[in-house]
């Protein structure tokens, strides 16, 4: 029986990269991949054709697929709609629903881009540092939330940082797991020293650790962390951390491989369905110009072969397909450097895709 991918471009440059990672797997699909494409709306597309950024037929269908493979969401046209009908809400959704709690985010230094990275070639060569980010729960779900007026009249924020033990101890679990299949270092960002929340978070990434006496773990706080990873990036195997900090330190170690437009991600649950999508955004100024890298979603089926099909041995061709576009020279206008050949959107792809077959 084929297996179901669920294609979701969503908004911006997401229609004009997905085109290109649907290309990649149309060709995988030739060479006997035995997948089935389905299509549907998220984000502000599916608020304009039907005023809800996760239609419930998308989510259905999102939850009969064994895998989603998402563009990106949101841009300047949906911003001054009420936050609940976002297109980020789509997203956030489609995570929750779905129970997607562990995200995976891979930095790592393609060497034919080293001399794209805004920091020295020799502090980023052999980056190789995995991200994992707790996705379902922290401050982007806990309640109480909103903006509500005081018994004085003046207007109060609220977001509420707040994780259970079993929240944590499944991530850390995750964390634990890759680690032991790769460099076997974890390093725990929290923020222990003010926030309670984390420290619970500390203690309880210590307790999971027990059972992986072979993996190093350490643990740092989120400010330190944020610098070491411009100082001494290649410190870092595994880093496990909440949702927000996650966020945030993923688009900092994105850049150190010279592009976020080239980074895949994973967001995964307990049975390793998944969700992959490039953790670059919608990118609106460029939209619609065939100038967005695609790279970043064609890995993101690299991951989607690795994780969710079990096939690292497709997931390692798709790799090597995107090197030897490199190795090549050809760049998107995001990687571009001197002395390289700069391409579009849809050449990128289908170098990408010519390089597969041969
Ligand atoms: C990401 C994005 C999302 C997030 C937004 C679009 C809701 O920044 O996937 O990193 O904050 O999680
Ligand atoms: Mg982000």
């Known amino acids: 029986m084929s297996r179901k991918v669920l294609v979701l471009p969503g908004d911006g440059i997401g229609p004009e990269i997905m085109a290109e990672a649907v290309r990649v797997l149309e060709s995988l699909q030739h060479g006997g991949l035995d997948i089935e494409l389905v299509h549907a709306l998220v984000g502000g597309a599916a608020y304009d054709a039907a005023g809800t950024p996760l239609p419930a037929e998308t989510l259905r269908l999102a939850r009969e697929a064994d895998a989603v493979l998402l563009g990106a969401v949101g841009g300047p046209k949906w911003e001054s709609i ?37 920091l020295r070639a020799e502090v980023v060569a052999g980056l190789d540092i995995m991200i994992v980010r707790e996705l379902t ?18 207007r109060e924020g609220i977001n509420t940082l707040v994780y259970r033990e079993s929240e944590i101890s499944r991530i850390a679990r995750v964390a634990f797991e890759i680690a032991m299949k790769r460099g076997r270092r ?49 410190q870092f195997d595994v880093i496990v951390t ?12 994105a850049m150190l491989t010279g592009s976020i437009g080239m980074l895949p991600s994973a967001s995964l649950d307990a049975a390793r369905k998944g969700m992959y999508e490039p953790i670059h955004g919608s990118a609106p100024d460029i939209a619609g110009r065939g100038v967005a890298n695609p790279l970043g979603t064609i890995l993101s089926v690299a991951m989607m072969l690795r994780y969710t099909f079990e096939r690292a041995d497709l997931a390692l061709r798709v790799e090597r397909a995107v090197e030897a576009v490199l190795a090549r020279g050809l760049r998107t206008a995001d990687i571009y450097t001197d002395g390289c050949t700069r391409v579009g959107t849809a050449e990128m792809g289908a170098a990408v895709a010519a390089a597969l077959d041969s």
């Not at 009420?82 to 709690?101: H, N, Q, T, V, Y």
């Not at 909440?242 to 170690?253: H, P, R």
């Open 82 to 118: 009420d936050i609940a009908l976002r297109p980020e809400k789509g997203l956030l959704g489609l995570r929750s629903e779905l129970g997607l709690f562990a995200n995976l985010r891979p930095a790592v230094l393609f060497p034919q881009l080293a001399s794209a990275s805004t």
């Open 137 to 154: 729960g922290g401050i982007y779900f806990g309640q109480p939330r909103g903006v509500r007026v005081r018994a004085d009249g003046e």
């Open 242 to 253: 909440t949702n927000m900090f996650g966020d945030i330190l993923s688009d900092e170690a």
């Open 186 to 234: 974890v390093c725990s960002v929290d923020k222990a020293n003010v926030l309670e929340c984390t420290g619970l978070w500390r203690e309880v990434v210590t307790t999971v650790g027990r059972d992986y006496p072979e993996v190093a773990l350490t643990h740092m706080y989120v400010d330190n962390a944020a610098m070491q990873l411009v100082r001494a990036p290649r």
